[in-house]
């Protein structure tokens, strides 16, 4: 703990450092004894080695030692130990026979892979619910995208967020109220649903979608939805799922070309599960691990009598009131 240590300065806690990012994993030990006989200097090797951990971490890897990676690499060994041992439960839970073709949301990562044929294919950033309107971990079947798709705001939403804040708001958001007091949002480029929505069956109102707010993609904590799921390039995703069938992908193109809202079937059914692991197998091996935002591990470990204490969540970009999406 400390202050900030930035590239190319020197610090007494660098001895330390490497040590840890050896028991990590992410310097090997020659490097290590090599770097630490070199002294305190914070260079461009060991830079190179803490980006390999935010990376694993989810946090912003730009090789500044802030206070949130310093909360990480202050995690003890006996917690991560623990850490793993609580989403193992969690998967016991689940089926062992998955489908070939699927869709898996990880909720405490914020990121989307796509499955084909067995294998991991695609992965995207994605956008989830934040802590007080958290994702829920379901699997439901997904069958139809739907090109320039309008939202109708959940009452819940609409009384809290939208309705007070008058009829300007309204109006510049391209929303109105339809005839059965529903706020109804038009699509086109103001929509929160983006240019398209991929369609869950009987999914409590939770899908995924496109968002015209983009930036949020760049940011290492992405819980900040209301439960819905936030796509990365969500265009692209929907014409990979549609490609098989070129007919079916002509359909949607033209419909995003015209702006006309259309629904398109996928012509199969391709499993969506959102899930939470705080401690998972990444896409190059190696054990990566996130905050515990939702408080899962916790309720898990209380129940389980496994005292455990893991880093807090510290985000990288507020809220924006005026930020009203599903």
């Given at each position: ?122 992965s995207n950033r994605v956008v989830v619910g934040t802590a007080a309107n958290q994702t829920p971990s379901l699997e439901k079947p997904f069958a139809s995208v739907v090109a320039n798709p309008p939202w109708t705001v959940p009452m819940g939403i609409a009384r809290r967020e939208i309705l007070p804040k008058g009829p ?159």
């Open positions: 703990q400390g202050g900030s240590i930035e590239p190319g300065t020197s610090d007494a806690r660098i001895p330390s450092l490497i040590k840890r990012l050896v028991a990590e994993g992410d310097l090997s030990a020659s490097a290590g004894a090599r770097l630490t006989a070199q002294g305190v200097t914070y260079g461009d090797e060991l830079q190179t080695a803490v980006r390999g951990f935010q990376s694993r971490h989810g946090l912003l890897a730009d090789g500044r030692i802030g206070a949130a990676t310093q909360r990480s690499l202050g995690a003890s060994a006996e917690d991560r130990a623990r850490q793993i041992a609580l989403n193992l439960e969690r998967r016991r839970w689940l089926k062992r026979t998955l489908s070939p073709e699927r869709i898996e949301v990880n909720t405490a990562a914020a990121i989307m892979v796509y499955w084909k044929d067995g294998k991991p294919v695609h300007g708001y309204l109006a510049a958001n391209d929303m109105y109220v339809n005839a059965d007091g529903w706020v109804v949002q038009r699509a086109g480029p103001k929509s929160s649903l983006g240019n398209v929505k991929f369609e869950l069956q009987d999914s409590y109102a939770i899908f995924l979608h496109d968002t015209p707010a983009r930036g949020a993609f760049n940011l290492s904590v992405r819980q900040r939805s209301h439960g819905c799921v936030r796509v990365q390039d969500a265009i692209g995703f929907a014409r990979l799922l549609l490609s098989p069938d070129p007919e079916r992908l002509a359909l949607f193109d033209a419909a995003q070309a015209s702006g006309e809202t259309k629904r398109v079937t996928t012509g199969r059914n391709i499993g969506v599960r959102l899930l939470y692991w705080t401690a998972f197998v990444d896409g190059q091996g190696r054990v990566a691990f996130r905050e515990d935002v939702y408080k899962r591990d916790a309720k898990l470990a209380d129940a389980l009598g496994i005292a455990v204490n893991l880093p807090q969540v510290i985000a990288d970009a507020p809220i924006d009131p005026d930020e009203v999406t599903p």
